[in-house]
């Protein structure tokens, strides 16, 4: 089931809700530049095992409206927080990857984690994804932009470009071109635009206002979201857990789909 949400006026994000009479519910955040397509091998399974799966396409991504502002943790944030009151959520899990990973811990410290029960991030960018004075962690400010200005000058093969470093396994060509085409439906100034508040932004104190159960998943291949930011996460959310993904890389819920329904499952119903 498809639907928009008003997040503010004349702004509204797509939320696909399936299996929404099921008793566990999962709210997913998808990673730049993909929407919530990415979790395609999740909305697969578990909704089976009683799961209703809700995925958030972003405002500039997927089928949301492609806004020229908003793009700044607080913003997103916002945004995740008008669909939770739109559809009325209560004791959920909050998912988010890489990026969305950064607007999941945003909303937890924002909304003193309103409805949330639990809390997993996958390959999140956070505290940093850049590395900074005192934070020799994540990428080089260059590597950032430089995609950045591919963006603006070859938006399709930064996309390609991309998509050969997000799997540590082996992908047909086939998926690796309908990768690319869940980043080429969002906005070029989208695209951009995230990428600059990876630039702008950081979550340190965010972190350590997390109280909830927290499940840390993340491939130790990971060349977008090096692995040590998993382990920085994990020491500074109290109650979390780290589980590493030996065979995987930015893409962890494909490379190692089976392991990683298992755990997201598992965690659920302790």
């Not at 979550?203 to 979201?225: A, E, Q, R, Y």
Request: proline share 4%; with cysteine; aromatic share 14%.
């Amino acid at each position: 089931m498809g639907y928009y949400v008003e997040v503010e006026p004349w702004v509204k994000v797509y939320v696909e809700d399936i299996n929404p009479n099921g008793n566990k519910t999962i709210v997913f955040l998808h990673g730049w530049p993909g929407n919530h397509n990415l979790f395609e091998y999740q909305f697969n399974v578990l909704p089976k095992h009683g799961y209703r799966c809700i995925g958030i396409d972003q405002r500039g991504f997927g089928k949301s409206d492609k806004t020229f502002i908003g793009y700044d943790y607080n913003t997103l944030a916002d945004d995740v927080r008008k669909v939770v009151e739109a559809l009325k959520l209560k004791n959920f899990t909050l998912a988010g990857h890489s990026t969305g990973g950064a607007i999941a811990v945003r909303y937890m410290s924002r909304y003193k984690e309103y409805g949330v029960s639990k809390l997993m991030n996958f390959a999140a960018a956070a505290p940093s994804l850049i590395k900074r004075p005192n934070f020799p962690y994540g990428l080089d400010k260059k590597t950032v932009t430089s995609i950045i200005n591919q963006t603006y000058n070859d938006r399709p093969k930064m996309l390609s470009d991309f998509g050969d470093i997000f799997f540590f396994q082996h992908i047909t060509k086939p998926f690796a071109d309908w990768f690319l085409s869940l980043g080429l439906q969002a906005a070029s100034w989208s695209t951009i635009a995230v990428a600059n508040t990876w630039i702008r932004e950081e979550l340190f104190n965010d972190l350590s206002s997390i109280s909830v159960p927290t499940l840390i998943l993340h491939g130790i291949h990971d060349k977008v979201v090096p692995f040590e930011l998993g382990e920085i996460q994990n020491k500074c959310i109290r109650n979390s857990k780290l589980i590493p993904f030996k065979y995987s890389g930015h893409g962890l819920f494909y490379d190692e789909k089976d392991k990683f329904n298992e755990e997201l499952m598992k965690f659920n119903e302790e």
